[in-house]
């Protein structure tokens, strides 16, 4: 019985150093887990700055440039660009900003996985029916921080702020995001189910490819 005793308390002590080491782990484990999300975040920072100080690299050789008015017919465009090698689309002269009363340019590029960015919803219709504002502090008043624009409007102020010089050119703080429509994008609507399973989903109607405005180019 002594054996029989003795064997029981080795086995429980054996326990009880398995149960600490557990906790340890199941510690060390969630301490490695915090690690990982701060990494990413600065991995997610490095990237992002990455792509706004990309606008530098702009040439006219991976660059597709393009007029944007009201009426225009975007699809067209946006296809184009989507299915090219341009790593740039520009909407020359997009906007003016006061109060150094400078025309800009805005610098597209294709959107990529672990940026961070600004979304409220702007798509290129909404782009399309502000070209040719001007855009000051004032325009505050006239938006809500949900506005589809609020993001672009805010990183032109900055952008005005810093009184640039004609020909600068200059990235944005913040990547904003902006949606629109190839001619993939236009077709393919429904799901198709056989039954109640799914067998192809279909896209939504509205659905946009994502892109990125990046900054300015700075004209007269």
Not at 81 to 88: P, V
Not at 123 to 149: C, I, N, P, Q, W
Request: overall charge negative; aromatic content about 10%.
């Amino acid at each position: 019985m002594e054996i029989k005793d003795e064997l029981q308390a080795k086995i429980s002590q054996i326990d009880e150093q398995i149960e600490e080491l557990e906790k340890e782990l199941e510690s060390l484990a969630d301490e490695r887990y915090e690690y990982e999300q701060e990494l990413m975040k600065v991995e997610r920072t490095e990237k992002t700055v990455a792509l706004l100080n990309s606008i530098f690299e702009i040439t006219d050789e991976n660059t597709q440039s393009q007029r944007l008015f009201h009426n225009t017919a975007t699809t067209p465009i946006i296809d184009k660009f989507a299915n090219s090698d341009k790593r740039f689309l520009v909407f020359t002269r997009a906007f003016c900003l006061s109060p150094v009363w400078k025309h800009v340019s805005l610098v597209i590029a294709k959107s990529s996985l672990g940026i961070n960015y600004d979304n409220n919803g702007l798509v290129l219709t909404d782009l399309k029916k502000a070209v040719g504002d001007t855009v000051s502090e004032y325009s505050y008043y006239f938006l809500h921080d949900s506005s589809r624009l609020f993001p672009l409007y805010r990183e032109l102020i900055t952008v005005a702020k810093k009184t640039p010089a004609k020909g600068e050119i200059v990235p944005f703080e913040r990547v904003c995001l902006i949606g629109g429509q190839t001619y993939d994008d236009q077709t393919g609507f429904g799901s198709e189910y056989c039954g109640s399973d799914l067998v192809y989903e279909g896209k939504e109607y509205g659905e946009t490819t994502k892109f990125v405005i990046i900054g300015v180019i700075v004209e007269d």
